[in-house]
């Protein structure tokens, strides 16, 4: 049984080394490089799309960042919450809790100043409107926005 040497097959970022080449080299050990060679290429590409999910989270550290992601998801209408419900405010379409949900969610703290805490709400309606709900939270949050919200039955964290 052949050992394989990973610093040996991690040269040249996977790519076949040198050696493999060399007719002295039994088949068996050929393919067992290569097939090591393969799992480690699947390793480095896992690790690179957990860092990049990691990267999309740190992105999403402020509103503005948030905001410029969700609008490119689809997310463009802005609402407004009322004593009577919801409304889009470039349609001027009401609607009511039962015709929303809320499929996720991102709440920021202002890094200098408390009163800068805020809530952004990403809004689907029945009829396939997207947008967002933006209110403070704490002492500064909107009464209609929290009505409204806890009157939402379908809400979601992903």
Request: net charge negative.
């Amino acid at each position: 049984m052949y050992k394989v040497n990973p610093i040996l097959v991690q040269t040249n970022k996977g790519l076949p080394c040198s050696y493999l080449q060399d007719t002295s080299v039994s088949a068996e050990y050929k393919k067992l490089v290569t097939s090591y060679q393969e799992f480690y290429k699947s390793c480095v590409e896992l690790k690179l799309s957990i860092m990049e999910k990691k990267f999309e989270k740190n992105m999403m550290e402020t509103l503005l960042e948030c905001l410029s992601r969700v609008k490119k998801e689809g997310y463009t209408e802005n609402f407004m919450a009322n004593e009577n419900g919801l409304v889009a405010l470039g349609s001027k379409k009401s609607y009511s809790s039962p015709e929303v949900t809320i499929p996720d969610y991102f709440r920021f703290e202002g890094e200098s100043n408390p009163d800068d805490n805020s809530i952004l709400y990403l809004i689907e309606t029945n009829d396939g409107t997207k947008g967002i709900l933006t209110d403070a939270y704490g002492a500064y949050a909107d009464t209609n926005v929290n009505k409204f919200i806890t009157e939402v039955e379908d809400i979601s964290k992903k």
